[in-house]
């Protein structure tokens, strides 16, 4: 089984004009191949799955992988809500955004900005900590 891609710029066959086109990833489908040998009895399972079934699975995981997005944005919002100089200081910075890019900018940079803030926080936390000992 090869893991292929959708290329919207690939040109079909004349008769082929309905079909998306594909591209291959030699390093995707090296990673599929080694999953199908370690693991036969998956592989088996998964080939005798009805094509439905197959597409279900699909969107069932889209819909995991969007869910997990917005709990993830949801948090960092509410992380932001409890310091308001930080917010304020993001709105600052993403306001000639267009409206509907404002909020998704807002949390990758509220989200990379507490990423960097948490070890220095934490260490600060140890130093303390190791000073009152």
Known sequence: MTMIKRN???SAPAGAQDEPGFKENP???ARIDEYIKQNPKQWEYIQSMPRERLERGMVLDRIQRNDRREKMHEGVLNKLD???EM???IEGLVKH?????REGAMVAI???TMRALKPKQEQGQAQGVSASV
């Open 8 to 10: 919207s710029k690939t």
């Open 27 to 29: 390093q995707i489908n």
């Open 82 to 84: 409890q310091n308001p």
């Open 87 to 89: 917010k304020q200081h």
């Open 97 to 101: 955004l267009p409206e509907d890019q």
């Open 110 to 112: 509220a989200a990379r």
